[in-house]
């Protein structure tokens, strides 16, 4: 081995080029997740400046805005001073306030990605983005492919470079222009010596390769997630980042052939400076400082509004009726005003908020389904089967996507006969959009009328390694967990409610995005209908009655869907209920109807089309035809504007206007003293929240690099990405129209307990503690006897004192919800 091939490690290089490429999986499979992961380990603030020092990311607002914020009273001047005081102290106050509010910075960015390979454009006068990207693109989407194209590439089940070689050695036309490219291939030679005759000089190999992979990161980022995670794709293709940077070298070398010959010198003859580190602790600069001034004193703008009105909410006394219902929903933004108009119209109900997969990890196998679909968070990998057992009423189909209509008879009759009435229909939809078998409803993951296997009744029977339902302990288990950790372990009602949530939406690209995230980007309807069984479960309940959990014989548990974009909810399994619990659900449906009538008031105010000031039913029935409109960029905000999350008591925010921008996670920390299912929650809320909350801020901030831009010019690869054109680059992130109303906060997150004990929760996992400890999301405990407020610093609480904020009263949530289409103030309602 020679001192060159020192200087570069093959598997070193490619394990810390999946480490920094974006981390998204498949469209199917839509999850949020903190864009910046690779930097976690690093404080937020230092994370933001090395990023765009390496990779050229924007990752602050511009300073224009910042200072316009200040000027719109967006940004609160006494919590800027406050900020900048504790930052600098007394006597460098002022020349900081000058440089915050006056000082002209230079704001160009220069990242140290692209600085190499540019030479080719520079010093040889070829562009080998533009000669290789557009065979790579359509190789790489073929290759992939999961359902639109008619034919599959050749020996997929070998590999990538193993297809590549035989549709070289047999295809009508080859791949590579030039013999030397062949032979190499068929050589299999490797990455190291690719390079050299490339580049030349062995120091360079790193940087030329992040360099490479960086010019298209959505398709490096989704090969390095398929070789992590090869099950993401139904459809399996084997394929490694590995394979790809092979590939592409080699059609570098293929492209300089053509153009030069074989006579082309490496790039080291042309390179004039030394090999950088692309790593290297980034210099200190006072323009991020400034930035990252401005942001905190955004943040804690809102962040002092949220914390002054819930802890001066004033009590509300309870009603000494009984418990009306109960309502299980997602810890979700979006479920935080439906929640509050649920609770004004009927004051004697009661709801919840946790993680829609609603505690049961499972995959889900719908009738006729050939593939297994996830139905809880990402990370985990479930090893239970939950399936739906056959029924007589058919789905409905759509003949325009059979099979056979890319056939050649078929295909042909199909476009002269019903291609007719399509683009007739198309016509009618202009005007009068309406639900057909192509769009995306989350009504149809699940009949109403679809019966499941829950209960495993024999252990010994598996599907492809996965149990077939639970037994009843593990669904015992199951129940205890969610029920203690949302604190509801006595009291029960007669009916309570398990509600999941989903979208409608056609034509979106991005539909699984609006689903549940907790449910891998699906709607939680079908584990609302497992929790419901397993509760209702007379066995489940006697070992529950033994662990301290008396559910009431005449407790019934019921699932529904909530439909965020329609605002609208079909309940399941209503035939079971009792006869009392029949008439009381018929006037709980009522009260629900309403309140989502009122949600869909309340969401209106957002979108331009929509008039808010007219009659409740006209509002929901323009929101109910968005949500079908081919022409509809927007079909609901999903969670733009989220900014913090509850975990406590409802009675710490039930009178508390939080404009939508809160998630809500159910806790009582009388049920769990020591901390130990509030450390579960925050080991979900983090990342899960967390990774929302980042995703949009990141997407906001540099929509062109860190988001996917508008969803307009988009197209579907493959059904596996979005790119503009026939030949970009996937596009990872949110698209423009899903972070336009965005402000880019940090989550930040209120835990009802006390500060030993919240901090005893999240440093039980290294993992979570990460999230605090390195501030990309902000923490406060909330004593729930004495109601001060504590604030993570540095490993530490330490007591926060809200600045003086004149918080007001309201009379109804939704009038003062429709006067302003923006951000509205934290006010406490009546």
């Known amino acids: 081995m020679n001192s060159t091939s020192l200087r570069f490690v093959e598997e070193a290089t490619l394990h810390k080029l999946s480490h920094f490429l974006p981390a998204q999986n498949p469209l199917k499979d839509f999850v949020h997740h903190n864009t910046l992961h690779a930097f976690q380990d690093k404080d937020f603030f230092t994370a933001l400046q090395e990023s ?72 040889y006068a070829i562009n080998l983005d533009k000669s290789t990207h557009g065979i790579l693109f359509r190789i790489l989407c073929s290759y992939l492919d ?21 549709l070289d050695k047999n295809g009508v036309f080859s791949i590579f222009s030039t013999a030397r490219a062949k032979k190499l291939l068929e050589e299999d030679t490797s990455i190291y010596k ?10 360079y190999f790193e940087n030329y390769l992040f360099d490479q992979q960086f010019s298209h990161p959505g398709w490096s980022g989704m090969i390095a997630t398929l070789e992590s995670n090869p099950t993401s794709l139904l459809d399996e293709r084997k394929i490694t980042l590995k394979e790809l940077i092979t590939f592409e070298l080699l059609l570098e070398i293929d492209a300089l052939d053509k153009k030069f010959g074989e006579n082309w010198e490496p790039l080291i003859s042309k390179i004039t400076f030394d090999a950088e580190n692309l790593f290297s602790q980034s210099a200190y600069s006072e323009y991020f400082e400034v930035l990252s001034i401005w942001q905190e004193a955004f943040e804690w703008t809102f962040y002092n509004q949220a914390l002054t009105g819930l802890q001066h909410k004033t009590s509300v006394k309870t009603s ?61 990998t479930p090893k239970f089967l939950i399936k ?102 006595e009291n029960f009602a007669p009916l309570v409610y398990v509600v999941g949530h989903g979208a409608t939406s056609v034509n979106n690209t991005h539909f699984a995005g609006y689903d549940c995230g907790a449910c891998s980007g699906r709607p939680s309807s079908v584990n609302a209908k497992v929790l419901s069984f397993a509760a209702n479960h007379v066995k489940v309940r006697e070992i529950l009655a033994e662990r301290g959990i008396v559910i009431p014989a005449e407790t019934q548990f019921l699932p529904a869907l909530h439909d965020t974009t329609r605002d609208e909810i079909v309940f399941y399994d209503e035939a079971l209920l009792s006869v009392v619990n029949t008439f009381s659900h018929k006037e709980n449906s009522k009260t629900f109807t309403n309140a989502l009538a009122n949600n869909a008031k309340e969401r209106s105010r957002r979108f331009d089309t929509i008039d808010s000031n007219l009659s409740i039913s006209k509002v929901h029935e323009k929101i109910k035809n968005r949500s079908v409109s081919l022409f509809e ?18 009675s710490v925010s039930d009178h508390v206007f939080l404009d939508r921008r809160s998630f809500m996670n159910s806790f009582d920390y009388e049920v769990d003293p020591k901390g130990d299912y509030l450390a579960g929650i925050l080991n979900a809320v983090a990342p899960v929240g967390g990774g929302i909350n980042l995703e949009y801020y990141f997407s906001r901030v540099d929509n062109h690099k860190l988001g996917a831009g508008s969803k307009l010019p988009h197209n579907v690869m493959g059904l596996i990405g979005v790119a503009n054109g026939i030949d970009g680059d996937l596009r990872p992130g949110l698209p423009s129209q899903m972070i336009e109303v965005h402000d880019p906060l940090r989550l930040l997150i209120v835990v009802e307990h006390f500060p030993e004990i919240v901090k005893y929760a999240i440093t039980k996992s290294p993992a979570t503690y990460e999230w605090f400890i390195n501030n990309w999301v902000n923490l406060v405990a909330l004593d729930p006897e004495t109601k001060e407020l504590y604030r993570f610093v540095k490993g530490e609480f330490e007591i926060y004192k809200p600045v003086s904020y004149n918080i007001q009263t309201i009379d109804n949530s939704l009038e003062y919800a429709i006067t302003s289409s923006e951000n509205l103030n934290i006010t406490l309602i009546k």
Request: hydrophobic residues 35%; proline residues 5%; contains cysteine.
């Open 320 to 380: 000494k009726e009984t418990t009306k219902f109960q309502a299980f929903f997602c810890m979700d933004d979006r479920e935080c005003s439906l929640r509050r108009h649920v609770e004004a119209l009927e004051p004697n109900a009661k709801t919840f908020g946790t993680a829609a997969f609603f505690n049961f990890e499972f995959f889900y196998q719908p009738i006729n389904g050939k593939f297994f679909t996830k139905l809880c968070p990402a990370p985990v």
């Open 388 to 489: 739906e057992l056959p029924r007589k009423k058919k789905s409905a189909k759509d003949y325009h996507y059979h099979k056979k209509s890319h056939s050649l008879v078929f295909g042909w009759l199909i476009s002269q006969t019903l291609g007719y009435t399509s683009a007739f229909k198309l016509f009618l939809n202009i005007f009068k959009p309406s639900m057909s078998p192509a769009t995306s409803s989350s009504f149809k993951h699940l009949n109403k009328k679809s019966q499941l296997v829950i209960e495993n009744t024999n252990p010994k029977e598996t599907i492809k390694g996965l149990q077939v339902g639970f037994s009843v302990e593990e669904m015992a288990n199951r129940v205890e967990g969610i029920l203690k950790s949302i604190g509801l372990v």
């Open 52 to 123: 765009s020092g390496i990779f050229g990311y924007k990752t602050f607002l511009p300073l224009s805005d910042f200072r316009n914020k200040l000027k719109n009273n967006q940004i609160n001047s006494e919590i800027l001073d406050k900020i900048i005081y504790q930052k600098k102290g007394e006597d460098n106050f002022s020349s900081w306030k000058e440089n915050i509010l006056h000082k002209n910075y230079d704001e160009a960015i220069h990242p140290k990605i692209g600085k190499l390979r540019s030479l080719w454009k520079e010093k």
């Open 633 to 650: 960029p927007r079909p609901e905000l999903n969670h733009a504007t989220n900014a913090m999350c509850i975990v406590g008591r409802r």
């Open 194 to 203: 690719l390079l050299q005759i490339l580049v030349g000089e062995g120091l």
């Open 146 to 166: 999961q359902g639109i194209s008619v034919w599959t590439f050749p020996v997929h089940q070998d590999g990538f470079l193993a297809s590549i070689k035989e």
